[in-house]
């Protein structure tokens, strides 16, 4: 499975960013969004045991969600990532080496830019789709910018105080999704908690669609 292959099936545009949680609370949280809707998981790389957290999810939703990591920094952790059976790599940097091996594995590459220097960078080492991040700091009007001088080919996803409030702006600037940390899921948070965010998400994504 592919990020292609989800929207093109019509899943949300939205990768949930599950930063900090455990392993022992990875399905539960995982199958209360991916029952609300949300098909894109990432397991950021500075949470306990990250690796443990990904090859449970897969196993579990790996037929019905693309799951993967965040804050990918090096060549090991693309690797590592790989092994453990993670389909999507995230970053919140632009490194040509870690990017072109997430290439070379076939993963679902979602590198962080801020200046279009970096957006190009990431294209040249084999993105496909890149990220803005912090794009809260930046707004959409600087994605419409940026898009100008981008291949049309190009995905913009935002990160970074996203949520259910801005979704319809970050889309209707040119975004093709975005990823959402703390407004769904903080350490802690219980899985009914963090599903009813997704479906609110997921409604407010709706909504945008007519």
Known sequence: MTLDDLLADGAPPICAILRGIRPDEAIDVSAALVDAGIRILEVPFNSPDP????????????GRALIGAGTVLSVEAVEALHAAGGRI?????????VIARGAELGLDLLPGFMT???????????????KLFPAARLGAAYVKAVKDVLPRDIGVWAVGGTGADTIGE???GGCEGIGVGGA?????DDAATVGQ???DLVAAWQATLG
């Open 170 to 172: 970050w889309l209707a």
């Open 116 to 130: 279009p220097s970096e957006a190009f960078a990431a294209i040249a080492a084999g993105a496909k789709r890149i």
């Open 89 to 97: 790599m995230v970053t919140p940097n632009t490194n040509p080496a």
């Open 197 to 199: 965010r997704g479906r």
């Open 51 to 62: 690796l443990a957290s990904i090859a449970a999810m897969q196993a579990e939703f790996g």
């Open 184 to 188: 769904l899921y903080k350490p802690g």
